[in-house]
């Protein structure tokens, strides 16, 4: 849950600071680290609020990252559950 936060955090200091390339690999990465991270939809609406006049490209690239990511995350094995043995 730390890293979900500091996550978070330094998403929002590169949605101010640091070019939108590194903004949208941290949102990737996030989205393959955390299941169901739904902050990468907030984040990319929020950027395009900010920086973006007309177009809404990176809301557009991180809603199909997002589907890509949650729709194929079973073939990279991220997040398997560990199998416990009992006695």
Known sequence: ???RYLLNFFTLVALVF???????CG???????????YEILIFAVLYDLVYASQNYTITLVDIVAFLCVTLFRHNFNLHEKKVTRHG
């Open 1 to 3: 849950m730390l890293g």
């Open 27 to 37: 949102l990737i990465a996030g989205a393959f680290l955390f299941p169901k991270y």
């Open 18 to 24: 640091a070019p939108w390339w590194i903004f949208l």
